[in-house]
């Protein structure tokens, strides 16, 4: 513990020799954040693009002031979900028809019946298509945007040439354009949360590896959107970076924080060389959040009322939805919730990667905590008052093959699968494309990732040709994609 007062000897300012030492690292908070925020090195902000008077113009254009994208990894088959295919054959169809839903001439699978009463406030894209039937691979396009060099390249990992920046990466860094640097900026005016979240996981490979696509890539470190590696199920649930431990209560962090600005007051020549800017402010955000309440009160679900947690289900997706509406309303301006391989997942059926016994897992394990937390999300944000301006988008890496093989799973299919969207700049109750009868291939309004990151971007107020640098300075667009018009609202 660092010693507010001692018998060592002191130097002129009453600080002792070790003391300094000690004051010099962030390391002497005693707290795991700080290290977090020095890692983000600065990075040069790229040039901001004007906003075209067609974008201007368009009522959907900024609509969302945030965005949730709750990543089902493993992909869950199309044919159970968001297009059923009551009229193909049963090696086809599967074990579960469709149910009518809120919009008359639309429905989805009998096994979301909370989410088919929310389809007036859906936007349904039933042929969505990578073309890409490996997992890291093809998650590595629909999270960036950019399609993996080369294709169906299974347990891919981060690196050049596959080192786009994620959505959230994006988001982060160009949402931070005139706040005077990059990647360090906050969530909202006044607040110390980062604009850009994940959680509860990184998704990774069988092997462990990390997938490509979930990082800041070429932008550098500082656009990196914020990991929360926690277990928000749990009944002791808490998230280290917004903590303190139990020996660093907040009068003693407050303490140390007057310690440390009266050393910065004592550095006043180095600093004239500008050399501890970036130390500065890094300390200084690690104090906002330890000390603010409103980035603590954010991941505190246990100010929940119990039936709102139970609304969500006690589910870990459950319960990560729930924490990423908190974040939202406490101002961060993207969240991606995983649904990450837990150690108990089966080997050969892990998460919605059902190779084996589909409906079973699909019945019991896969679709009820998913309708739940989904619906609930909607509902929740609806009442709030805050779902036409939260873009909410539903997605995986890709689908299911149209048929069942021999040990009754569906394979890797990347030619088409469905993706679900609702709230800000999305117009509610429709569906855009069309898979043929099989569900096999597009059959009309084909949609690819870059036209989805783009959509997202467009609805968040970001237009998809805004200039960005990589590596080695280059001008580049932020996303090749066209928008998805057929679904602005």
Request: hydrophobic fraction near 35%; aromatic fraction near 6%; charged fraction near 20%.
């Amino acid at each position: 513990m660092l010693p507010v007062f001692g018998a060592d000897a002191r130097l002129c300012d009453r600080l002792t020799r070790r003391e300094m030492l000690r004051l010099g690292g962030l390391g002497a908070l005693g707290l795991s954040l700080p290290a977090l925020l020095g890692s983000r090195a600065q990075a040069s902000a790229p040039r901001p693009q004007p906003v075209s008077q067609q974008q201007r113009g368009n009522s959907a254009f900024g609509r969302a002031k945030s965005c949730i994208v709750l990543f089902l990894m493993g992909a869950p088959p199309q044919h159970s979900t968001w297009d059923p295919k009551p009229d193909a054959t049963a090696e086809v169809r599967g074990d579960f028809g469709p149910i009518a839903t809120a919009v008359p001439g639309i429905q989805i699978c009998e096994l979301m019946p909370r989410l088919a009463r929310w389809t007036d406030r859906l936007a349904i894209l039933r042929a969505m298509s990578t073309g890409d039937n490996a997992h890291s691979s093809s998650g590595y396009y629909m999270m960036t945007g950019r399609p993996h060099v080369p294709m169906n390249f299974e347990n891919a990992n981060p690196g050049a040439p596959n080192d786009w920046p994620s959505l959230g990466a994006l988001v982060q860094s160009l949402r931070n354009e005139g706040r005077g640097q990059r990647g360090q900026g906050r969530a909202a005016p006044g607040s110390p949360l980062p604009p850009s979240i994940r959680l509860p996981h990184r998704i990774f490979n069988t092997d462990g590896s990390v997938w490509p696509g979930q990082d800041s890539g070429f932008l550098g470190r500082a656009a990196d959107p914020w990991l929360f590696t926690c277990q928000p199920g749990a009944a002791q649930f808490r998230i280290p970076e917004f903590s303190l431990d139990n020996q660093t209560p907040l009068p003693r962090l407050g303490s140390r924080h007057t310690l440390l600005e009266r050393l910065d007051r004592q550095l006043g020549s180095v600093a004239e060389s500008g050399m501890l800017e970036t130390y500065n402010r890094q300390q200084q955000r690690a104090f906002d959040i330890l000390l603010s309440a409103q980035s603590g009160g954010a991941v505190q679900l246990e100010r929940e009322p119990a039936v709102m947690r139970d609304r969500y289900g006690r589910s870990p997706f459950g319960q990560s939805v729930l924490l990423a509406r908190r974040l939202i309303e406490a101002g961060v301006g993207l969240v991606q919730v995983n649904w990450y391989r837990g150690p108990d997942e089966p080997p050969d059926n892990p998460c919605w990667d059902s190779h084996t016994q589909e409906s079973e897992r699909l019945r019991t394990v896969l679709v009820p905590p998913m309708d739940q937390a989904f619906a609930a999300l909607l509902e929740d944000l609806s009442q709030r008052g805050m779902l036409d301006e939260t873009l909410v988008v539903c997605m995986a890496e890709f689908g299911r093959t149209p048929r069942f093989n021999n040990r009754g799973g569906r394979d890797h299919w990347g030619p088409v699968f469905s993706v679900a969207l609702a709230g800000g700049g999305i117009r509610g109750g429709i569906v855009h494309g069309a898979s043929d009868a099989m569900g096999a291939q597009p059959r009309d309004g084909r949609v690819q990732p870059q036209d989805l990151t783009a959509t997202i971007l467009h609805c968040l107020g970001i237009e998809p040709t805004r200039e960005i640098h990589d590596r080695l300075g280059r001008p580049v667009v932020a996303c090749q994609g066209e928008v998805i018009k057929q679904v602005l609202s």
